[in-house]
T-cell receptor
Framework: KNQVEQSPQSLIILEGKNCTLQCNYTVSPFSNLRWYKQDTGRGPVSLTIMTFSENTKSNGRYTATLDADTKQSSLHITASQLSDSASYIC????????????FGGGTRLMVKP | SQTIHQWPATLVQPVGSPLSLECTVE??????LYWYRQAAGRGLQLLFY??????ISSEVPQNLSASRPQDRQFILSSKKLLLSDSGFYLC?????????FGQGTRLTVV
């Protein structure tokens, strides 16, 4: 079964520090891999999107990497801010299933002052 | 431009009452549509997905049902709500790699 696994489940860091969130997937092939940020009680908002041929994609302080050989992606957050506190979700799109979305369980990040 | 509307934003319903959450999509045709539920402090759980009108697949057995009477309308329903149905419900659509989410409905069953 196609799966997307994220780690850690939760993470607490101090404001200003960097952190890296992990996403491992068994989906193959895939159309694209996305990272979303979900604030509590809100819908997820897309941060980055990468196709299988891309290795890295940045969006401000967010940088996503993709290793298609090891089927791993990471989201690196630089100089964290209190507003980065949210859930971060990895989503893979499967082309031969009508571009069905497969979600990871998310990582809950809390940034403390 | 593509948009997705989901309503209501919040809902408080008594146990045993019916439920109807609606989601509509604009600016696209024949999208895949999804309903997700998120319990407090948990990840997104896929409830239903649809690849076309009247084509609904259920991922988990539950007290809920979904319908897609029109191409860009996806409805989540229940005949009798349970306390365990409380949660945050998200509608989403995807098409050719694009994916967008609604703002969610916070459902509290009391």
């Amino acid at each position: 079964k196609n799966q997307v696994e994220q780690s850690p489940q939760s993470l607490i860091i101090l404001e200003g520090k960097n952190c890296t969130l992990q996403c491992n997937y068994t989906v193959s092939p895939f159309s694209n891999l996305r990272w979303y940020k979900q604030d509590t009680g809100r819908g997820p908002v897309s941060l980055t999107i990468m196709t299988f041929s891309e290795n890295t994609k940045s969006n401000g302080r967010y940088t996503a990497t993709l290793d298609a050989d090891t089927k791993q992606s990471s989201l690196h957050i630089t100089a964290s801010q209190l507003s980065d506190s949210a859930s971060y979700i990895c989503v893979v799109s499967i082309p031969n299933a009508g571009n069905m979305l497969t979600f990871g369980g998310g990582t809950r990040l809390m940034v403390k002052p | 431009s593509q948009t997705i509307h989901q309503w209501p934003a919040t809902l408080v319903q008594p146990v045993g009452s019916p439920l109807s959450l609606e989601c509509t999509v604009e600016g696209t045709s024949n999208p895949n549509l999804y309903w997700y539920r998120q319990a407090a402090g948990r990840g997104l759980q896929l409830l239903f997905y649809s690849i076309g009108i009247d084509q609904i697949s259920s991922e988990v057995p539950q007290n809920l049902s979904a319908s897609r009477p029109q191409d860009r309308q996806f409805i989540l329903s229940s005949k009798k709500l349970l306390l365990s149905d409380s949660g945050f419900y998200l509608c989403a659509w995807s098409l050719r790699g694009e994916a967008f989410f609604g703002q969610g409905t916070r459902l509290t069953v009391v």
